[in-house]
């Protein structure tokens, strides 16, 4: 892990002295392996948001099953480490003395173990105020440490307010502690070890900041990152709730949007990979989708065409920014086409969401037990019972994020 480390810093100046940093320790790097970046290509057509379709090499020794997740761990960015370094006069060789003895050099620390990207707290502002000259910088530093930030507003870090306030009495250490370790993100696996078990794929959707505010966050780094990019990984199991079912004869409904395609992608594999060496027809599946437009963004479209020529999963898309029969979003065709959900569901299909959790996966929740009332004559109350039974029971299972 270092030796990747190493090489995301640039070589600095002269050696300068150990740095004791007591309070500063090893963070997720230090528990993660080597993975390598192979392929790297958009999935999308031009105009349209970036997602991207990775294939990483996985360090040795390490396997996933079907569902489970990748964590990433981004490195910061060369440039922002420099900030750092030149703020306090160090150099990209000096020896930093951790709270277990470890030592490391500045660069590899600031590059693979400090938050650096995070906005800064109410609490580390408020530490700078007070080793902020008596001047105005102060009086801005409280102000802003004060008032709540706007929806959407892009807050700044530690290192963009000491830039701003070169007069803040924060050495190195100090400077360390006002960060979280940096940690990992996690993203679905898209993929079956059937297809490569020394191999994951990715789907991620690239967020960019026109401004290059957000350079260095984990899908910029991913968007970027040429085959050949050593990459901090390690394999996170999802459970045993987010994964295929054991049987080929267990039918699935699956509902998502964009880049939650990605968990689906790899079970559809791992099912018409396995459906090919048992030589038996596997129940049928469902694969609620939902994008903007079928020209845009229908990810792994031609993959999954052919998946269901070969009998493994009826593809049912949504096209938001260009609605078929009124229908928009997932759940308005998951009750477009309760019937064929209802006619799986009563023969104990697994039902899986993945996706937004503020907005699509209560609505596919909330969709599915309206399916269930209308087919039963039920309640709504006893329509949510049901549902909860399903959860209960592994019969409904989401991956939703925030």
Known sequence: MADVLRDMAQAGAAPSPEIECAGAALGSAARLGVGTVVVNRELVANGARSKRHLEIALPDGVSYLPGD????????????????????????????????????????????????????????????????????????????????????????????LLERHPGCAVDF??????????????????????WNPRRVSLTVAVVRDPSGAFAGSASTFLGDAAPGTRVAVSVAGSGKAFHPPESLMTPMVMACAGTGIAPFRGFLQDRALRALDEGVAPAPSLLFFGCDRPEADFLYRDELAGWAE???????PAFSAAPEDGVRYVQERLWRDRTDVMNLLRRDAVFYVCGDGRRMAPAVADTCARIYAEATDATPGEAEEWLTLRLDHGGYRSDAYL
């Open 69 to 160: 997740y990748l964590a990433v761990l981004p490195p910061n960015s060369a440039a922002v480490v420099d900030r750092v370094l030149a703020r306090f006069g160090l150099a990209q060789d000096t020896r930093l003395v951790l709270s277990g003895r470890e030592t490391l050099t500045a660069g590899e620390f600031l590059a693979g173990h400090v938050a650096l990207a995070e906005p800064a707290t109410r609490g580390g502002i408020t530490r700078l105020a007070a080793a902020a000259p008596a001047h105005a910088g102060r009086d801005d530093l409280a102000a802003l440490a004060a008032r709540e930030p706007e929806a959407g507003e892009r807050r700044p870090t530690v290192l963009d």
């Open 173 to 194: 250490t100090e400077f360390l502690g006002l960060h979280a370790p940096l940690v990992p993100r996690r993203y679905s696996i898209s993929s079956s070890p059937r």
């Open 310 to 316: 070969a009998g493994i999963v009826d593809v049912r």
